[in-house]
T-cell receptor, first 114, second 112 residues
Framework: DVKVTQSSRYLVKRTGEKVFLECVQDMDHENMFWYRQDPGLGLRLIYFSYDVKMKEKGDIPEGYSVSREKKERFSLILESASTNQTSMYLC?????????????FGEGSRLTVL | GEDVEQSLFLSVREGDSSVINCTYTDSSSTYLYWYKQEPGAGLQLLTYIFSNMDMKQDQRLTVLLNKKDKHLSLRIADTQTGDSAIYFCAESGTGGGNKLTFGTGTQLKVEL
């Protein structure tokens, strides 16, 4: 069964803390993505990566960074968490090419920043 | 930039048809997608349509694409309680799918 696994389902952090969200996929996909999901706003792309050590900014990269040291793993980092980063974070992966829009999602990580 | 819009809520009775609508702005999109998100879960791909098609049918699902009006719809026939979920449309833009733009999502509630 193919899978995208996010390390934490629920996290509670304090303002100013550094936060790591980990994502691992077992499908040998080239593309990996981090989205945040907020009610009424849908999914907004934070960062994506199409290869190891490659990354590109999405629509809302401010306050976030990413790391892709291995093909299967894509990490989202909040250097100094703020309350407006309270959200659901979704990781996804896909192949390159024509099937690139067929995203496989993890179950999400719900982050609360106090 | 690209923008994809959907109404936020839809309520239907079990057994009726549901129609979820979506408008998008990027006329160069190669593919358009429908994703489903069940409670407490990530999104999963439901179906997609290539931009040179007008219609695609897959069992209870029918996708209609009006490229002139940049309008996409998803019809679910004989809607069941298990269809209750959030439905997102998404467009691929010119990149062919490497970077999707998602709509706001439509919460479908199926009542008995």
């Amino acid at each position: 069964d193919v899978k995208v696994t996010q390390s934490s389902r629920y996290l509670v952090k304090r303002t100013g803390e550094k936060v790591f969200l980990e994502c691992v996929q077992d499908m040998d996909h080239e593309n990996m993505f981090w989205y945040r999901q907020d009610p009424g706003l849908g999914l907004r792309l934070i960062y994506f990566s199409y290869d190891v050590k490659m990354k590109e900014k999405g629509d809302i990269p401010e306050g976030y960074s990413v790391s892709r040291e291995k093909k299967e793993r894509f990490s989202l980092i909040l250097e100094s968490a703020s309350t407006n980063q309270t959200s659901m974070y979704l990781c996804a992966s896909s192949r390159l090419g024509d099937r690139a829009g067929e995203l496989f999602f993890g179950e999400g990580s719900r982050l609360t920043v106090l | 930039g690209e923008d994809v819009e959907q109404s936020l809520f839809l309520s239907v009775r079990e057994g009726d048809s549901s129609v979820i609508n979506c408008t998008y702005t990027d006329s160069s999109s190669t593919y358009l997608y429908w994703y489903k998100q069940e409670p407490g879960a990530g999104l999963q791909l439901l179906t997609y349509i290539f931009s040179n098609m007008d219609m695609k049918q897959d069992q209870r699902l029918t996708v209609l694409l009006n490229k002139k009006d940049k309008h996409l719809s998803l019809r679910i026939a004989d809607t069941q309680t298990g269809d209750s979920a959030i439905y997102f449309c998404a467009e691929s833009g010119t990149g062919g799918g490497n970077k999707l733009t998602f709509g706001t999502g439509t919460q479908l509630k199926v009542e008995l």
